[in-house]
């Protein structure tokens, strides 16, 4: 079995407990207007365009079946045409064309994965699997974890909640943590600046917190999620915690720009929450679990 993945990166501290290994999923459901993996959203393979370092060998011009590449000064690229076959990016010397997202079969992960093992023994970490939406890929992400339970890996999935119920069943066996992310409590909000409405989010997490242990996170973002109406809405949503254990207040950062250039898109421009708003939001939840912000560490 295969599926597609964008990126594993090894030593993450920031996705569940101890060291870990993440593992990056490809295609998404939600488009967070914030998102800092622009690339984590189109299940397809996707070309990456640096701006500079183009030599105008036309190599890559040369070897596009489909005319997309072109050849001229930095060459142009016409997107509509670009099947993400890869062929540019492998004859592109100095490197300025990479494809984003490639297949992989879950034996090729879990090589990836078990290269970490003695240093999730050693740091109480694990895998987690995260995205793009990593549940969208049940059938692959449900084996990863069959595989990683079977060795007696900590795993954790990184979510955003927005799939059916069933998906969580068939992987709660199997998952030792969930990351679930809350982006906005308001339906028509959520709707406006995710593409979708939040009600399945909702009803899954009031399902999992009772079956599952949870971690829940929410960013922090200045204009979308910081008024009073917000606060009081996530603590509707959080005030019969089960076995959420924590929850992360995540501030907006910008680290995505660069990758929105990548992809000939115009980055996103928001502001974190300032630190009066995240204490504010902090106290308002703390009340039920335990919050933490990066202003703590
Ligand atoms: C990229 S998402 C992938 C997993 C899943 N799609 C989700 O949204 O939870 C991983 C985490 O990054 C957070 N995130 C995304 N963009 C961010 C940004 N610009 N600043 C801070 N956190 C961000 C999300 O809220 C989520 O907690
Ligand atoms: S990825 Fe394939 S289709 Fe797209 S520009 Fe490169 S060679 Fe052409
Ligand atoms: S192959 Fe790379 S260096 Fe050569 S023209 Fe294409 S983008 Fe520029
Ligand atoms: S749900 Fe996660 S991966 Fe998908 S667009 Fe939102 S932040 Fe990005």
């Given at each position: 079995m295969?599926?597609?993945?964008?990126?594993?990166?090894?030593f993450?501290?920031?996705?569940?407990?101890?060291?870990?290994t993440?593992?990056f999923f490809k295609?998404?459901?939600?488009?967070?207007?914030?998102?800092?993996?622009?690339?984590?959203?189109?299940?397809a393979?996707?070309?990456?365009?640096?701006?500079?370092?183009?030599?105008?060998c036309?190599?890559?011009?040369?070897v596009?079946?489909?005319?997309?590449?072109?050849?001229?000064?930095?060459?142009?690229?016409?997107?509509?045409?670009?099947?993400g076959?890869g062929?540019?990016?492998?004859?592109?010397?100095?490197?300025?064309?990479?494809?984003?997202?490639k297949?992989?079969?879950?034996?090729?992960?879990?090589?990836?994965?078990?290269?970490?093992?003695?240093l999730?023994?050693?740091?109480?970490?694990?895998?987690?699997?995260?995205?793009?939406e990593?549940?969208?890929?049940?059938?692959?992400l449900?084996?990863?974890?069959?595989?990683?339970?079977?060795s007696?890996?900590?795993?954790?999935?990184d979510t955003?909640g927005?799939?059916?119920?069933?998906?969580?069943?068939r992987?709660?066996?199997y998952?030792?943590?969930?990351?679930?992310d809350?982006?906005?409590?308001?339906?028509?909000?959520?709707q406006?600046?995710t593409?979708?409405?939040?009600r399945?989010?909702a009803e899954?997490?009031?399902?999992l917190k009772?079956?599952?242990?949870v971690?829940?996170?929410?960013?922090?973002?200045?204009?979308?999620?910081?008024?009073?109406?917000?606060?009081e809405?996530?603590?509707?949503?959080?005030?019969?915690?089960?076995?959420?254990?924590?929850?992360?207040?995540?501030?907006?950062?910008?680290?995505?720009?660069?990758k929105?250039r990548l992809?000939?898109?115009p980055?996103p421009?928001f502001?974190p929450?300032?630190?009066?708003?995240?204490?504010?939001?902090k106290?308002?939840l703390?009340?039920?679990?335990?919050v933490?912000?990066?202003?703590?560490?």
């Open positions: 295969d599926g597609m993945i964008f990126d594993i990166q090894h993450s501290i920031h996705d569940g407990p101890g060291i870990r993440t593992v295609g998404c459901n939600l488009r967070c207007l914030w998102c800092h993996n622009p690339e984590s959203q189109e299940r393979p996707q070309l990456l365009i640096k701006e500079l370092g183009c030599i105008a036309g190599s890559c011009a040369a596009c079946p489909t005319g997309a590449r072109r050849l001229g000064k930095g060459g142009s690229f016409i997107p509509e045409l670009c099947t076959c062929k540019c990016a492998s004859v592109c010397y100095p490197g300025v064309l990479e494809i984003s997202g297949t992989m079969t879950v034996s090729q992960v879990m090589e990836e994965i078990l290269k970490d093992v003695s999730y023994r050693h740091s109480g970490g694990g895998v987690t699997f995260s995205g793009g990593a549940m969208l890929q049940i059938n692959f449900e084996e990863l974890l069959r595989e990683c339970a079977g007696g890996i900590h795993t954790a999935v955003a927005s799939v059916p119920w069933e998906h969580f069943r992987i709660l066996p998952t030792s943590l969930f990351l679930y809350l982006k906005c409590a308001d339906g028509e909000l959520h406006r600046v593409g979708a409405d939040n399945l989010i899954n997490l009031k399902r009772d079956t599952a242990d971690w829940v996170r929410i960013p922090c973002i200045r204009g979308i999620n910081d008024s009073s109406a917000e606060k809405g996530f603590r509707e949503l959080l005030r019969k915690p089960g076995r959420i254990q924590r929850i992360d207040l995540l501030p907006y950062h910008s680290f995505g720009e660069g929105y992809l000939g898109r980055a421009d502001l929450m300032d630190a009066v708003q995240m204490e504010e939001l106290k308002a703390e009340e039920y679990v335990p933490y912000h990066s202003l703590d560490q």
